[in-house]
């Protein structure tokens, strides 16, 4: 049995593979992080690969977190903010959080599965990086992204610092500024505003001193042939997210949310949530990282609710990890819920109650 893949998913046929199960085998902690880890290991990877967008639409699949990857219908792979690595430990000498809150540690352990291999793309056309922090810029998908494809990289002063250090060759990188516009085969992307304050003031070595929001944070408004999907990664509530709405026809925003304990503002409450999206004019609003950290996981049916009695006009998704999520065709699907295969059910081939053996399957 040494050597032979008994469990995990074979990535030629596209299947799971578990024929070995309850075989004796050879097992150690290499053998145990490759057969386990990731744990969807190459599905999702398979599925953007071989979904076929159709035109006038786009597809979006949330990773978990604030983590996206987007096809267009011309075949593009996008990912936004892939974040691939484990539990955190981060400390008051870098950390943004500490220094708003005063804490002197933060131990922020992640609660979401790994859905996506950062080294299992066949196609990837463009990283894109919001900002500096380890869960948006991230060096497992930029390493993994730099030796397996030919991607280039997106990303604004502070991200584009991160990949210089990790080793992402200069002619495969883009450093992007408020109002500049990136053209791709059939999508276009603007660089906007973002108001995350706690990117300011995070890495920062003078006490006191803050970064210009730009140069560390940016937002992300794809123009797809599906519509405009807007990516606001961790904002906090601003005022000035009014103008975006003003100028732009956003369809959907995707932003984060979270429960901020007494002492603490990391993400958009429910409420801001709701106010950030109200503000962009976002026809529907798919909330993100409410999942991942447990200090700030909260229910995301707080947003429903609040958005129900407040706007009713707009649409809130509230999706699955590894859901693919389809514009404009899944924009009332309330809830996202995983398939149950009942398509491949099938009574006549039932060992108890079918007629197996007129198919050739022996009882």
């Known amino acids: 049995m040494e050597g032979k893949k008994c469990f995990g998913y074979d990535n030629e046929k596209g299947i799971w593979e578990g024929s070995c199960i309850g075989e004796d085998r050879s097992i150690n902690r290499k053998r145990w992080l490759e057969e386990v880890f990731p744990e969807w290991g190459l599905y999702l990877n398979k599925q953007i690969e071989h ?27 996008f990912l936004i903010d892939n974040y691939s690595g484990p539990s955190l430990y981060t400390k008051y000498a870098y950390c943004g959080v500490c220094r708003t809150s005063g804490a002197q540690e933060l131990d922020v352990l992640r609660l979401n599965p790994h859905v996506i291999d950062p080294w299992g793309f066949k196609r990837l056309d463009t990283v894109f990086c919001s900002h500096h922090h380890g869960d948006h810029c991230d060096i497992y998908t930029l390493k993994a992204a730099t030796q397996t494809t030919q991607c280039q990289f997106v990303g604004p002063k502070s991200a584009v610092e991160l990949m210089k250090k990790w080793g992402v060759p200069d002619g495969r990188i883009t450093q992007v500024k408020l109002g500049d516009s990136l053209d791709f085969e059939d999508t276009k992307v603007s660089v906007l505003m973002n108001y995350d304050r706690i990117a300011s003031i995070t890495g920062v070595e003078n006490p006191g001193a803050s970064r ?34 003003d100028k732009y026809n956003v369809d959907v925003v995707t932003l984060n949310m979270g429960h901020n304990a007494p002492g603490v503002t990391d993400k958009l409450s429910p409420f801001d949530a709701f106010r950030v999206a109200q503000a962009v004019a976002a026809k529907v609003v798919i909330p993100d990282h409410y999942d991942n950290w447990a200090s700030s996981q909260i229910d995301p049916r707080q947003l429903v609710r609040i958005v129900r009695d407040n706007d009713p006009s707009m649409k809130v998704v509230i999706l699955q990890w590894g859901a693919k999520f389809v514009y404009p065709d899944d924009q009332d699907i309330g809830y996202y819920k995983y398939p149950d295969w009942r398509e491949r059910f099938r009574p006549d081939y039932s060992w108890e109650y079918g007629e197996a053996e007129k198919i050739g399957i022996k009882r």
């Open 51 to 77: 979904t076929k967008v159709q035109p006038g639409k786009i597809a979006m699949w949330w990773l978990g977190a604030a983590s996206w990857a987007m096809k267009t219908p011309a075949g593009l792979i």
């Open 212 to 245: 210009p929001l730009g140069e560390v944070a940016v937002s992300f408004l794809f123009h797809t042939p599906g519509g405009n999907i807007l990516f606001l990664a961790d904002t906090l509530y601003y005022n000035g997210y009014r103008a975006i709405g």
